[in-house]
């Protein structure tokens, strides 16, 4: 029960969703002392958790795409990712913490009815062709209106992106980050999204008939690595070495007593010596920083 309940990233999705972490980490807060020694695995937590949302505070709002990767966007021969598309979502089941939802890029032929049967070969752009390079774990923001119609900027949000701006804007209702639970796969045209529970009464007052809204779409950004690391850190008590994690300073006294540090020591000069040419020079620096570790 415990190492599931580890596995899971809700309090990771909610503060994001909720805005919590842009009102927590906008004035720059004190962050906590990482200490040499934890008194257990929750004091772990408590410490690195923090600092890793500041971290993803920085990510989503403070990292940038370069004109050139938004240029290649723009020239590929057949798109598979785009920063900006017009859709339709649609309200889903009620979780304990978020409302579920479903994304369209164009609105699904079974809403259209007998129109849409008539539209197969009208030259409409194909269902799902905006989704194609959405993938698991990507941030969005949907809004019922366009928040860059007086902004000269392809269309990409990260470029107005602050805290400040997050607050103002995705505090109003008809306004919300929208996490990617799951892509869009072969056969389906939608990609399923979690949202901010505050923002279920947005997807029932905007739906038209059959219950599908109107909304702009921006991609902000991938947290897949994010997730990935954040699950790491939650995970840390079950692995075998969690004793040096949480008490790293007597792991280590213990490494320089004896004759584990000449030997561990050796047989890392002697690995990146001979493998280190694999590697690119990010990563060998990376490695040669560990195998100073011991000395220092």
């Known amino acids: 029960m415990r190492f599931a309940h580890r596995k899971s990233i809700d309090s990771f999705l909610k503060k994001i969703l909720d805005l ?3 009102e927590k980490f906008k004035s720059n807060p004190k962050l906590p002392e990482v200490p040499n020694t934890f008194s257990d695995h929750n004091h772990y937590l408590r410490v690195w958790e923090t600092l890793f ?5 920085n990510i989503i709002v403070n990292s940038k795409r370069s004109d050139d990767k938004i240029s290649s966007f723009e020239n590929q021969k057949r798109p598979s990712k785009v920063l900006y598309f017009q859709g339709f979502i649609i309200k889903g089941a009620e979780e304990s913490a978020y409302t579920t939802g479903r994304l369209y890029d164009t609105l699904p032929k079974l809403a259209l009815g007998n129109q849409g049967k008539n539209n197969n070969d009208s030259g409409e752009p194909e269902e799902g062709i905006n989704l194609r390079g959405i993938k698991e ?3 969005l923001i949907l809004s019922k209106d366009d928040l860059l119609k007086d902004q000269n900027h392809e269309k990409d949000i990260k470029k107005i992106l602050s805290a400040d701006w997050i607050l ?3 505090l109003h209702p008809n306004n919300m980050f929208a996490y990617v639970r799951e892509k869009s796969k072969k056969g389906s045209t939608f990609l399923d999204v979690l949202l901010d529970k505050s923002k279920s009464l947005f997807l029932t007052q905007h739906g038209n008939e059959q219950g599908y809204a109107p909304v702009h779409c921006y991609i ?11 699950r790491t850190l939650r995970m840390s008590e079950f692995y075998g070495h969690y004793d040096t994690i949480v008490t790293p300073e007597k792991a280590l006294k213990v490494v320089q007593s004896g004759g584990e540090k000449h030997k561990n020591h050796e047989q890392m000069n002697a690995f990146l010596n001979l493998h280190g040419k694999k590697f690119n020079p990010s990563q060998r620096d990376a490695l040669g ?5 011991v000395d220092n």
């Open 168 to 170: 103002s804007n995705l």
């Open 20 to 22: 919590e972490i842009f």
């Open 220 to 230: 902000v950004e991938s947290l897949a690595t994010t997730i990935r690391e954040f």
């Open 53 to 57: 949302m500041q971290e993803t505070f």
């Open 137 to 139: 774990s990507d941030l």
């Open 289 to 293: 920083e560990v195998v100073s570790m």
